[in-house]
């Protein structure tokens, strides 16, 4: 019933396509009726929970498809392809996205650990990657308790932290808890060295760069770093620079200014790179009008 009552709000408060900031910072709702394929993002930590319809997000190759059963976390910022390919007039695709406030995940994973009496996750399991998870009761009632202060702005301004926390706390105890709390908890350096490079983009980073930034050796970096990203280092720097291109010569940046933004010294060299990735040149990309709007 409560997923019923989530799906119910979101119809009221979005009876049009679209993707709507709502009352409370970082959390939004989209309504997408029309089929999209999949086209090169960058998710930020998230949570994706679809009501009506499916979703796919593409990460190194590797396909999730989900919806009203499983949500999805991302636990990272991650370069990714992401589409609706079945939505339509008929068959909307509805859903919410949570920003996660790493401050927040930190905190509630250190706890966690604390009342654990300090016990740690084992190096095994679910890969610090995209997470797929299934909807809990847990999770689906903090979501649906969450989206009710939207009615009532003091509600929201006196309970919404609160509430935003106990969705939080839901998804480090569910299924993606693994995946979270390897991204906010301690040992995070890999979630810590990939914050630091999407803020250096435009930057010449090097491995021993990102390695010396969390004070690992090369080799070491290199296998924590594949183990919790599924790519190399270098793999993943190229996707994040060429997917943030993509997506701001989508918004009309020139194929140059956008190559500059994400680092590329060489015009030549960010067109080759981007074909191989991609399967058409940046100006076929530029050209291409069907670039739909970014949901997470």
Same mark, same amino acid.
């Given at each position: +019933? ?6 119910? =709000? ?9 993707? #709507? ?6 959390? &939004? !709702? ?11 993002? #960058? ?15 593409? =990460? ?5 498809? $989900? ?5 999805? *976390?991302?636990?990272?910022? *991650? /370069? ?11 068959? /909307? =695709? ?6 996660? @406030? ?5 905190? *509630? ?18 890969? %610090?990657?995209?997470?797929?998870? %299934? ?6 009632? @903090?979501?649906?308790? =969450? !989206? ?5 702005? #003091?509600?929201?301004?006196? *309970? ?11 998804? !480090? ?22 914050? $630091? !490079? ?5 930057? &010449? ?10 004070? +690992? ?15 190399? /280092? ?12 993509? +997506? ?10 956008? @190559? ?16 191989? +990735? ?7 990309? %530029?050209? @291409?009008? &069907? ?6």
């Amino acid at each position: +019933m409560s997923k019923e009552q989530i799906k119910d =709000l979101i119809e009221r408060r979005l009876p049009k396509a679209g993707l #709507v900031d709502t009352a409370f910072e970082g959390v &939004q !709702l989209f309504r997408v009726t029309e089929a999209i394929p999949c086209v090169p993002a #960058v998710y930020e930590p998230t949570v994706v929970a679809i009501l009506n319809g499916t979703k796919e997000a593409v =990460l190194d190759g590797e396909h999730h498809i $989900y919806g009203s059963d499983k949500y999805l *976390l991302c636990p990272m910022t *991650l /370069p990714v392809e992401a589409g609706t390919p079945h939505a339509s007039e008929e068959n /909307p =695709l509805l859903g919410v996205v949570i920003t996660l @406030a790493p401050r927040v995940m930190r905190a *509630l994973t250190m706890e966690i650990e604390t009342a654990a009496g300090g016990i740690r996750q084992s190096q095994g399991g679910a890969s %610090s990657a995209l997470a797929l998870a %299934s909807w809990d009761i847990g999770f689906t009632q @903090a979501l649906l308790r =969450l !989206l009710k202060l939207l009615d009532n702005p #003091v509600d929201l301004e006196v *309970l919404g932290p609160g509430r935003l926390r106990e969705l939080c706390y839901a998804v !480090l105890m569910g299924e993606a808890g693994v995946a979270a709390r390897r991204a906010f908890g301690i040992g995070n350096e890999i979630a810590r060295t990939i914050d $630091y !490079l999407a803020n250096h983009l435009n930057e &010449q980073v090097t491995i021993d760069d990102m390695a010396d930034h969390v004070g +690992m050796s090369r080799a070491v970096f290199h296998r924590r770093f594949k183990e919790a990203t599924t790519m190399s /280092p270098i793999q993943f720097v190229k996707s994040m620079r060429l997917n943030n291109a993509a +997506m701001k010569i989508a918004e009309g940046k020139t194929v140059s200014e956008a @190559a500059w933004d994400v680092g590329y010294q060489s015009s030549s060299q960010f067109s080759r790179e981007f074909k191989r +990735m991609y399967g058409q040149s940046p100006r076929q990309w %530029s050209n @291409a009008s &069907q670039v739909p709007q970014r949901l997470n």
